[in-house]
RNA sequence: GGUCGCAUGGCUCAGUUGGUUAGAGCGUUCGAUUCACAUUCGAGAGGUCCUAGGUUCGAAUCCUAGUGCGACCACCA
């Protein structure tokens, strides 16, 4: 053994031998035993790791803990499409060669979305493997893969079987950027200082953020008990618009509060989540709602001379306009507003209405909620159990479906008829036939090629079905149109058109824990659901954790998993988050490469605190090094003994008091990893392994006073213990010392030592 | 506005469920180099455990209030 400890010399063999004995994989003999298992959150498929993923060490440290012990023991490993994320990214690049997805058609572009994923398809795998995590890739699944999308789809209609899937005509959170509708758990709320505007409204001032959505106004609300409008309620009034003068109705509702601005509100129901809400209330005495603002976030023909303009310019040029009309009475510019953004992006979310599919959420959170409750749920993380109880109470119908085509495509298909009012755009090389007559609309891309975008009753006369259906970019189709569900996809639909949307990348996700062991390998679903815990990190607690919950009791009947372990963000070491702009970002990889992956693993590990962030840099690298360095020193010092000190037997009390102090660790490592405490192990065992082991035990074996025998099997408990945090080290300092007699030949499918080891 | 968390030596954090003189890493001061390891060893300095009450034989730990940070949620235009 070399002085030091190059863990450069090493680790790729130990990731060999461990391959070669196939360590991650369940063995017959362990069933029947208590079982352990769990999924990794699947990565993206197509992003490198970052430090977040390095934190899956806690499950590592769990699994070799309980493997080690001799339970069943699985941990699956996936890769996850990321629906937005993806072609997000994939459109980035796009961009770079001066290309959009409007250059394609929708299966194009997810052929070309596929490509690029599978060209970083194995990147993850490596570097996991890297850092030393065990699991099963023999298991491994995709969620796209089509078993996956099967069982996928399975829950979904089972969902529509038991009435918990709607679709309705909504005010969706829409990305008018990322041209597609999110859920509420997507939308970020920012503090924002915006100009509160005060126009005059025929007899009322009223106070907006949003002028330009005025042609959308299909009522002004007043408090019903409010004295000073008491005379207007109920009445029409005119009022002097840019556009010229229009008329709404005074209505009366409790939404409004009399102490802000003026107490009388425009109601503008496609635009603002409240006005619809106002809206619905009093259909009755109110025309139609006018949609003002299109899907590209430009004013619609609605807005008169402003149509085509962006939502900004427009604002900015009717507030210009209506000053020249002295209609601004005037304007508040310190307002302190929460704007509504899109997560991705960061744009401003529109609120705008559209036909998508819901989950209904209550019949799902209840058992939950119960089950939380009953304590059948443990959360290990600073108070996230009442945080996830809050999310349950708090949740809201989910919007699963998204207008993007990299994801899994809803099965539902719409009957297409002569006069169908189905709105439809696709790419052809086809040129335009008859569109004076016919009204739909042509944008030419160059190359032969030809955007038509209209409803099928405006283009079926100029293109055939079957051309539509080859160039399709999307289909939407109105709340009238009824549809089918076919997940099987095994029904004639000649005369079909399919929804474009996909689903939300989380109802997939949701899934995870059952629909990857129900594809694994037959057995596996019995023998290893539902999965023993679920480790992430806090911030996807509502996207993925509580949904999880929802959708495995559903579908499965059970909880997923009963204990849910939440870690913390990783920051630098001044406690910042990191981010690529303050260039504080840590690569794992990097640090691997420097110190080993050892050290990473025991750095990110040591003295974390489920649900607590955990700060981390350079030193802490290194100390961790220093630490695999030590044990690799404290075990050739017990190779190097000579034999004239093996022969020594040391002194009864040492000896007694050397056994006590290993046995009683052996009991607090133990009791820790089975409570879910990696960090609290860690230190400890840190702690013991220097202060006690090399500092005193060591140095009492070179008096003579300790007997090097026990010196010899005290270090193999230790080996044991570390293992789990530190395998690589441990590993090899095994595999140095060769076969050991009544144990296994590899560390990792040593045995786990008992209290009365020694 | 609602929910939750945090406050412990210069810095970053543990504190094993209330139990003797409160710990670690990094930093710092002094000393040590053939003897497993200088990626080391020995010795030391450094803390009103945010504040004020309370419960208890005993509180960093439990309760109440306050202060200061931070996170998440939220339909006041």
Redesign the pocket.
Known sequence: MD????HKLYEQKITDLWEKNHISEPRDETQGQPVFSLVLPPPNANDPLHVGHAMYTIEDILVRFHRMRGDDTLWIPGADHAGIETQFVFEKKLQKQGQSRFQFDRETLYQKIWDYVQENTGVAREQLTRLGFSVDWSRFQYTLNPAIVKSVLHTFEHLQKEGLLYRDLQLVNYCTKCGTAFS??E???Q?AKTKLYYLKYGPFVL????PETKFGDTAVAVHPDDERYQHLIGQTIEVQGVNGPFRVRVIADD???????T?A??ITPLH???DYAVWQRHKDELPEPIQVIDYQGKMTTAAGRFAGMSVNAAREAVVAAMQELGLIDHIDDKYE??LSCCYRCGRTLEPLPKVQFFVRIKPLTKPIIKKLDAGEIKVFG???D??LR?WLT?LHDWNISRQIVWGIRMPMWYRVTPDSPIEVSFLTTESPKNAATQNYRIKELGDNKWLISGTLSQILPAYDLETIKAGLQTVDAPITVPYSLDIDNNQDHTHDIQETDTFDTWFSSSQWPFVTLQNTRPGDFERFYPTTVMETGYDILPFWVMRMLMMGQFETGKLPFANIYLHGLV?D???QKMSKSKGNVINPLEVAEKYGADSLRFALVV???A?????IGE??F??A??L???LW??A??VQ?LSDEQKNTTGQEKTNEDFKTKINELVK?IT??LE?Y?P??AA??L??SF?HFF??EA??NC?KGVLSPTLLRRGLLVYLKLWHPFIPFVTEQIWQEFGIINDDATILALAHWPNPSTL
Do not use: M, P
């Not at 106070?207 to 949003?210: G, L, N, S, Y």
């Not at 649900?611 to 700060?615: L, R, T, Y």
């Open positions: 002085s030091k400890y190059n509420d758990l939308v970020k709320h503090a106070a907006t953020t949003r939404y409004v509060d009399r102490e802000f601005g107490g509100v425009k603002d989540h409240n507003n929460q600073a108070g996230y009442k945080i809050n708090n920051r070491s001044k406690g003295r974390s605190s649900g607590q962030d955990k700060s030193q802490d290194k100390a090094r220093n695999t360095n030590k020193n404290a050739r010092f190097l607090q009791n820790c409570n405490k960090g609290l230190d400890l840190y702690d220097w090399c500092d060591i140095e070179k």
